[in-house]
């Protein structure tokens, strides 16, 4: 990789003895970044909880239910699922804009299904992260693989259920369980760090602890960070890339904090049976 230095010295002369003394070199610190992502699912990380109904697995989407009609649970009522949108995508970031940049969603189609289907118990996202300099200009960084590991549970539809809504009895459960945030990476000899954050909604928001009953019916731990979707509609989960020169503790106003300590992104979602 191809360094992009500015040189930073001074000289002095020692009356006395003619010394010269010089300051060492620095890196030019990149203000500005082109991105593009490209992400999928990953098959062989793909597992469910039987073979009843249909199953799909492909790089866009994940899906499971009813054998009858199209796979795409967007357009089949008796199949549910997961889908990737703005995929791939690209732009471009200041170093430091906690405004971000949009990058991938996550739509979960939630329909009521029968408890007779073969259901999502875990898969993986990865993404294929490519990042340019662009102020100063510079080589790219080779491409880095960024991983989401998703847990997948169904409850049923009925009460008692963790989360009680109406008209139908129960909500699924969607749970963050961490955040990509302060992914460290070094360019000619500076540390960044790469951020992935929730973006729904259009701000930069912290994810609120759900209670312990909600974490377990997911099967995530105790304080889980998430949301829960309602039957019959599309939940969409919007991701946003920062970059930041130093690592990132909170998210300031107009955003919430209380987004220190994520690490990698895992994502596990709760879904009911009928």
Not at 138 to 156: M, P, R
Request: charge should be negative; charged fraction near 10%; proline fraction near 5%.
């Amino acid at each position: 990789m191809k360094a992009i230095r500015k040189a930073l010295s001074s000289s002095a002369l020692a009356l006395s003895i003619g010394m010269i003394f010089a300051s060492p070199a620095q890196a030019a610190f990149v203000d500005s970044w082109s991105f593009a992502i490209d992400a999928g699912f990953v098959d062989a990380q793909t597992f469910f909880s039987g073979t009843g109904g249909t199953q799909e697995v492909t790089e866009q989407r994940v899906s499971w239910g009813g054998s009858s009609g199209p796979l795409d649970p967007a357009a089949n009522l008796d199949r549910s699922g997961l889908t990737l949108g703005n995929d791939p995508s690209s732009g471009s970031i200041l170093t430091n804009d906690l405004g971000g940049a949009s990058t991938l969603t996550v739509t979960h189609n939630n329909h009521s299904i029968s408890g007779s289907y073969g259901t999502l118990l875990s898969t993986q996202i990865d993404s294929a992260l490519v990042l340019t300099p662009t102020s100063p200009s510079g080589a790219s960084l080779g491409s880095q693989t960024v991983s989401f590991g998703i847990k997948f549970a169904e409850t049923e539809n009925a009460t008692p259920c963790a989360v009680t809504t109406s008209p139908t009895p129960c909500n699924d459960i969607f749970v963050l369980t961490s955040g990509l945030l302060n992914y460290a990476f070094d360019y000619d000899g500076v540390t960044y760090y790469l951020n992935i954050l929730n973006a729904t909604g259009g701000s930069l928001t912290a994810l609120t602890p759900m209670s312990n009953s909600i974490c377990a019916a997911a099967g995530a731990g105790a304080g889980c960070l998430g949301f829960t979707t309602e039957e019959g509609k599309a939940t969409t989960i919007q991701f946003a890339l920062t970059i930041t020169g130093e690592p990132l503790t909170t998210i300031p106003e107009p955003s919430l904090p209380a987004l220190a300590g994520l690490g990698f992104a895992a994502l596990a979602l709760g879904r009911r049976r009928l």
